[in-house]
C-alpha cells in the first residue's frame, strides 16, 4: 500500500512535466539541449544559494519566520532571476522564441521539484504511516512549477524590454511594421511596468503566503487553495500562452 502511495505522489509531482513536454511538441524540434541549460541552470543556482547561506550566514534557520529571514529568502529569489537571466543569455537564439522559453523553463521547473520534493517523497511515502499532506505537497509543486515557467517568460519579457531600450535600431524596425501587426504586437507584449510588478508579486509572494499560514493557523488544504489562486492569477497577468496545445 505505502508503494501505491508514492507512485501516486510521483505521478502527481512529475507527469504534467511529460504532458506538457508531448503536448507542446518539444521533442519534435529537438529540444533536449535547452531544456538541459535550464535543468543544470536550477542545480548550479541551489548550491550557490546553499554555499552563500553556509558561508556567510551558518546560523540562518530556513524555517523560520521573520523579517530577516524573509529578507533572505527574497534575496535567494532574486538570486534565481539572475540566474534565469543568464541561462537565457547563453542559450542564446537557438529554437523559436515561444519554445525556447518553455524549454528552458520545464528542464529549471523540472530540475527545482527533483530537488525539493523527491526526498520528501521518498521519505514520507514509504513508511509506515502515510499522511494526506503529501497528496497536497505534491499538487502544490506542480503550482509551483506552473509559477516558476511563467517568470521564466518574465525575465525574458524584461531582458529584451532593456535591449530594445538600448538599441534604437530595433526601435526603428519596429516602426515599419503595419498597423495590423503593431496591434498583435501590444496584444502579445506585456508593458514593462506589469513586468515589473509581477516579478516583485513573485519574489515578495511566498513570503507573504508564509506570513498568512503562520499567524492565522491556516490549514494545508486551504493554504493550497490559495496557492492554486495565486498561480491562476499570476498566469492570466502574465498572458502566458506557451502551454497551449499545438
Known amino acids: 500500500m505505502t508503494f501505491l502511495y508514492f507512485s501516486s505522489c510521483l505521478l502527481i509531482t512529475f507527469s ?13 524540434i ?25 558561508t556567510f550566514l551558518p546560523s540562518f534557520n530556513t524555517t523560520s519566520i521573520g523579517i530577516y529571514s524573509e529578507i533572505i529568502k527574497i534575496f535567494g529569489n532574486v538570486i534565481d532571476l539572475i540566474s534565469m ?5 547563453f542559450a542564446g537564439s537557438t529554437g523559436s522564441k515561444d519554445y525556447r522559453i518553455l524549454a528552458i523553463g520545464i528542464g529549471w521547473s523540472f530540475s527545482h521539484t527533483l530537488m525539493s520534493q523527491l526526498i520528501p517523497l521518498v521519505i514520507g511515502t ?15 509543486s506542480n503550482f509551483i512549477a506552473i509559477q ?16 530594445e531600450k538600448n538599441n534604437s535600431k530595433q526601435q526603428q524596425q519596429q ?18 511596468y506589469i513586468v515589473k510588478i509581477l516579478l516583485i ?37 502574465s498572458k502566458y500562452k506557451f502551454l497551449i496545445l499545438k
Open 175 to 192: 516602426q515599419n511594421y503595419n498597423e495590423k501587426e503593431k496591434q498583435q504586437i501590444q496584444h502579445e507584449t506585456l508593458s514593462p
Open 201 to 237: 508579486v513573485y519574489l515578495t509572494m511566498n513570503s507573504i503566503l508564509e506570513f498568512i499560514q503562520d499567524h492565522f493557523s491556516i490549514s494545508h488544504i486551504h493554504f493550497v487553495v490559495i496557492q492554486f489562486l495565486y498561480t491562476l492569477t499570476f498566469f492570466y497577468y
Open 85 to 89: 537571466s543568464l541561462v537565457l543569455k
Open 148 to 163: 516558476q515557467l511563467v517568470v521564466m517568460k518574465l525575465v525574458y519579457s524584461y531582458n529584451k524590454y532593456n535591449y
Open 30 to 54: 529537438k529540444s533536449n539541449q535547452l531544456i538541459l541549460y535550464g535543468f543544470i541552470g536550477c542545480i548550479f543556482t541551489q548550491f550557490f544559494k546553499m554555499l552563500i547561506i553556509a
Open 126 to 140: 514509504l513508511s509506515i504511516s502515510f499522511d494526506f499532506s503529501y497528496y497536497l505537497d505534491s499538487i502544490e
Open 16 to 28: 504534467p512535466f511529460y504532458i506538457i513536454y508531448k503536448s507542446s511538441k518539444l521533442n519534435e
